[in-house]
């Protein structure tokens, strides 16, 4: 047979399969020990990747809800939510007061109520004599009523720790004003020419005074606010007749005194 004949007969040949079962086990056995821990590996990796966004979306909840629950917002909120639940306080707001200012400081918070604006100024009676001397004294106290009050909140505990009432000081700064007016009427030359000095005084009117809240530190105080247009008004009586001078207590002046007489007189000119 020709050599060329015999290659081409043998290119033509097709061989048996041949399946050996050990070595197809034993292929297995040494590709299970070599990729095995490479597979656990990647099968944790992917649990890991599709739990990253579960854990990250649980970090940012948990850092939203923690900064929200101890945003100022929150616990100027929370605050106002537990001086509301102080039966003293809910009493003062139905009858008109207001919370005007809060203050945090050191899981404390500082709650200003302020009192209802009066309609109308109140004329008290306060029978006093006029002396050229300028002595004046009130022979009534000042009525005991709401002029505001500072509580102070434990906002953990949700507690009212201390309600201070403002009516000392607010009183101490109404009766300065009145000595004040008092002071600036006795001087006034237009009050010398027409009040005798017999003239009893029957009622000083000025503002009452309204309080913001001051934080130095961790100290917190309720002070008087700057009033920019202080007025008082100040009443006359002797004899049948009773005059009213309005004051300005910024400029320390007597703008303009009427005297019922006079207001009589011109009405029946008319």
């Keep these: 047979m020709e050599k060329d004949d015999l290659i081409k007969k043998l290119e033509e040949t097709s061989l048996p399969k041949i399946e050996i079962k050990s070595h197809k086990e034993r292929l297995n056995s040494v590709l299970m020990k070599k990729y095995s821990p490479e597979r656990k590996k990647a099968e944790v990796f992917n649990i890991f990747r599709k739990l990253v966004p579960v854990g990250a979306i649980a970090v940012i909840l948990f850092f939203f809800i923690f900064n929200n629950l101890n945003s100022p917002r929150y616990n100027l ?7 509301l639940q102080n039966n003293e306080i809910k009493n003062w707001l139905q009858q008109g007061s207001t919370i005007k200012d809060i203050e945090l400081v050191d899981g404390r918070a500082y709650v200003l109520i302020e009192p209802p604006e009066a309609k109308k100024q109140e004329k008290e009676p306060m029978p006093a004599s006029l002396k050229s001397e300028g002595a004046f004294q009130e022979s009534e106290k000042i ?8 509580a102070e909140v434990n906002i953990k505990e949700r507690k009212i720790l201390n309600i201070e009432k403002l009516a000392p000081a607010a009183i101490d700064l109404i009766q300065s004003k009145k000595d004040k007016a008092l002071d600036i009427a006795n001087k006034s030359q237009e009050v010398q020419e027409k009040i005798p000095k017999e003239a009893e005084v029957l009622n000083i009117n000025v503002h009452t005074p309204k309080f913001r809240l001051s934080k130095e530190g961790d100290y917190v105080s ?15 009586q002797f ?3 009773q005059c009213e001078g309005k ?3 910024n400029k320390e002046r007597m703008e303009e005194l009427n005297c019922l007489k006079e207001i009589n007189k011109d009405a029946t000119s008319e």
Excluded at 143 to 150: D, Q, S, T
Excluded at 222 to 236: C, Q, V
């Design 247 to 249: 004051i300005d207590l």
């Design 77 to 83: 909120a929370k605050a106002k939510e537990i001086a």
């Design 222 to 236: 309720a002070i008087p606010e700057t009033e920019t247009e202080e007025k008082a008004s100040i009443i006359y």
């Design 239 to 241: 004899d049948e007749n």
């Design 143 to 150: 009525k005991e009523n709401f002029r505001g009050a500072l």
